[in-house]
């Protein structure tokens, strides 16, 4: 029996190969490695794509949305508010800059911040939102930029896994001050590498992230602020350029083998699909279900389901087991166990389903027939 594994990266290089290929030898044969045209040309293009004046290139996602902190000046006694369900970069860079995270749990139904729970913990130290659109799905950002005008927040959307989703018809990356994006290989949009952009219609934004991102460098070797190294290598530009291309057609593939595991897995007992709100384009970087906990204090069900799906060759992912709030590190904040119980519940019970644009449906079948059976 063939493994399916959770994404297939050489699968979706073979169809664009040639394109791609010929693409980075333009780039080595031209000798300009770092910056350039074709970083500018990608730049304009995303910004292009995501409906808004600017964007600035960067590494990661990660350095994107440290970036965008910065360039808000939050640093030091400053409380930044964000989801406590999101890859640990979300509040890594908001520790970085100096400034406290304050974790607000979840919505049961999407998985991201539950937008009525926000209101409760801002202080007079608070000084921006970070909205995660998670697994692919936007957040309601009507909401989130209702109290951040009410209260004169910031806020900066953490779009890294949902390049090419909408709310309300408005692209993530343009709704909130700053929209951070990551170009790792298995985003929607990922790169043969690392990389990263932010997107903002605010020029003096822009302007400053494009110092921070070089040294704090104002002019030639004249350093206003300690700031970073971090560059989308040309190369990586010109993957992106190709890339972004397909990305409405990759979504789209995306969208119809979420409705193909939601019509398989419908009558399975014991699970529960993952729902998405009205009025939102949902681009399914992952295909999250329950598997619904036997009993409380023991393991997880949800991780015997997953080795022995394993054993069967179905390679399915847990994002994430331990909520931002009950990480290690952020023991000093002092956050403890069932304090934000409907986060902590979804760490037991997700389960990540294999998902990318060209899974075929026999691959599907096999997952979900495998599943079965573990549940069985
Ligand atoms: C991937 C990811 C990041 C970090 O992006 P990198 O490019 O890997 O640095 C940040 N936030 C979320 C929600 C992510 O999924």
């Known amino acids: ?28 044969s031209s000798g300009r490695y770092i910056g350039g045209a074709v970083v500018s040309e990608f730049e304009r293009q995303f910004a292009s794509y995501v409906s808004v004046s600017e964007c600035v290139a960067c590494n990661s996602g990660t350095d994107a949305l440290y970036l ?60 921006a939102i970070i909205p995660v659109h998670l697994f692919g799905q936007p957040t309601d950002m009507n909401a989130v930029m209702a109290i951040a005008r009410s209260y004169n927040l910031f806020v900066i959307e953490d779009c890294a896994q949902a390049t090419g989703a909408r ?18 290989p298995t985003k929607n949009l990922g790169a043969c590498g690392d990389g990263g952009a932010i997107t903002t219609n605010d020029r003096a934004i822009a302007a400053s992230i494009r ?3 070089e040294h704090g460098m104002s002019d030639r070797y004249r350093h206003d602020a300690i700031g970073l190294n971090s560059r989308l290598d040309t190369i990586q530009a010109a993957i992106l350029q190709v890339k972004l291309r397909y990305l409405d057609r990759w979504n789209q593939q ?77 023991k000093d904040l002092g956050y403890q166990t069932g304090q934000l119980p409907t986060v902590e519940q979804a760490a037991r019970e997700v389960l990540s389903l294999p998902m990318f644009p060209d899974l075929s449906f026999e691959e599907q079948q096999q997952v979900v027939y495998s599943l079965k059976d573990c549940l069985n």
């Open 1 to 28: 029996m063939n493994q399916i594994p959770p994404v297939n990266l050489a699968r979706q290089h073979q169809l664009i190969r040639e394109e791609t290929e010929a693409a980075v030898l333009e780039v080595l």
């Open 68 to 127: 965008a902190l910065r360039a808000l000046n939050i640093g030091q006694g400053d409380e930044v508010i964000t989801t406590s369900f999101s890859f640990f970069a979300t509040a890594e860079v908001i520790t970085r800059t100096g400034a406290t995270p304050v974790f607000v749990d979840i919505d049961p139904q999407t998985f991201n911040i539950d937008v009525d729970r926000i209101e409760s913990v801002i202080t007079s130290k608070t000084k």
């Open 167 to 184: 709310w309300q018809g408005k692209p993530v990356g343009s709704i909130g001050h700053i929209g951070c994006f990551s170009f790792f």
């Open 211 to 213: 110092t921070l991102k």
């Open 254 to 330: 995306r969208t119809e083998i979420a409705a193909i595991y939601d019509r398989l897995l419908s009558l399975l007992p014991g699970i529960e699909l993952p729902q998405t709100l009205a009025n939102s384009k949902h681009v399914w970087n992952q295909y999250t279900i329950r598997i619904k906990d036997k009993e409380e204090d023991s393991q997880p069900y949800r991780d015997i389901v997953r080795v022995k799906l394993q054993q069967m060759g179905i390679i399915s992912m847990v994002y994430y087991p331990i909520p931002l709030h009950l990480q290690p590190v952020y």
